[in-house]
């Protein structure tokens, strides 16, 4: 007989899913089965998989060692990466990391290490999970970012931090501003709106002032911090979050990132990369603004969060002379 105690992070959902997860190389009819015959039990008496569970529920397995090493993938482990994370933000439900540019945000099929993996390390370390946790409840990120774009990626470390953070990024009530260096001279902010389409094969996007079947609408508003008559720094609010949206919809006004080779001038960013080494676009996920919100993350309610640029997007500033510029020092 095996014995579990529901805990925080597996509170909140479905019996059912949980015992697929505990035994996630079962079918599901068989489960169903033992929960029927009750050689499966919650809190001592029959159940039917749908109750939902609460921290502290007792689950008992009456299933010999044999049959749960056998459903249960016990040898199988929970792939995990450790690198050093810059944390911006963490407490017991969430944690906010300042990603570098080069490190995907999700596992991709190459098998090279993401975010996730790197997440699942620095938690087994610190101890807020351990590898039992983990067959039952993965903490995981909640918003995506492109590879070679650096900035803040939101985790969950407990279900219902996961749930209620990965929400906020659905319903697009969260506020995310971007900082970005793009080709050009910009002096008024703009509000843009167009529409998308992606090309599946060549993973690139294009914009279109029209509706197009298969296109999304996008919407960006930016404004600019600072130029020095060749580059502008801006800040720009991602309303909609589409596939590389602020790399083609600026590129579509005729202001393309510095250092994106995808939507932008290969000559102009090949100076860049001659002169500062620059392989990807200066494109930085800068801030979170957190709206009122109720639940188990009321006490985030308001509260904006920021992650510094990167050293090399600081040093191509400092050396164009953008930061010198009056409206960068004022709005920055």
Do not use: C, W
């Given at each position: 007989m095996k014995e579990f105690i529901i805990n925080e992070n597996e509170a909140g959902q479905r019996f059912d899913k949980y015992l697929g997860k505990l035994l996630?190389?079962?079918?599901?009819?068989?489960?169903?089965?033992?929960?029927?015959k009750k050689n499966i039990t919650l809190n001592g008496g029959k159940a039917t998989g749908n109750e939902k569970l609460s921290s502290g529920d007792h689950v008992k397995l009456f299933l010999s060692d044999e049959t749960f090493e056998k459903f249960s993938g016990s040898e199988e482990k929970v792939a995990r990466a450790h690198?050093?994370?810059?944390?911006?933000y963490e407490d017991e439900n969430v944690l906010l990391i300042n990603k570098p540019a080069g490190m995907l945000s999700q596992p991709a099929d190459d098998k090279e290490p993401s975010m996730v993996e790197y997440l699942t390390g620095y938690l087994l370390e610190e101890g807020a999970v351990t590898e039992a946790s983990l067959h039952t409840f993965r903490p995981s990120v909640c918003?995506?970012?492109?590879?070679?774009?650096?900035?803040?990626?939101?985790?969950?470390k407990t279900l219902a931090g996961l749930q209620e953070l990965s929400g906020l990024f659905h319903d697009r009530s969260l506020h995310k501003f971007y900082r970005c260096l793009v080709k050009g001279v910009i002096k008024n902010e703009k509000y843009i709106k167009g529409y998308l389409h992606k090309d599946e094969k060549c993973n690139k996007v294009t914009v279109q002032e029209k509706e197009t079947p298969g296109a999304l609408p996008i919407e960006t508003r930016y404004r600019p911090l600072g130029d020095n008559g060749s580059v502008t720094l801006l800040e720009v609010e991602l309303i909609t979050g589409r596939t590389h949206q602020i790399r083609a919809?600026?590129?579509?006004?005729?202001?393309?990132?510095?250092?994106?080779?995808?939507?932008?001038?290969?000559?102009?960013?090949?100076?860049?990369?001659?002169?500062?080494?620059?392989?990807?676009?200066?494109?930085?996920?800068?801030r979170l603004e957190i709206p009122e919100i109720p639940g188990r993350l009321s006490y985030l309610s308001g509260r904006e969060f920021t992650a510094p640029l990167p050293r090399q997007f600081q040093n191509i500033l400092k050396e164009e002379h953008v930061e010198e510029n009056k409206s960068y020092e004022n709005l920055a």
């Open positions: 996630r190389e079962a079918p599901k009819s068989f489960f169903y089965k033992m929960l029927r690198q050093k994370l810059e944390i911006v918003n995506r970012l492109d590879r070679n774009t650096s900035g803040i990626v939101a985790a969950g919809h600026l590129s579509g006004t005729g202001h393309p990132l510095v250092g994106d080779y995808k939507y932008g001038s290969r000559a102009f960013n090949e100076e860049y990369r001659k002169k500062y080494g620059l392989k990807s676009q200066l494109l930085h996920a800068y």
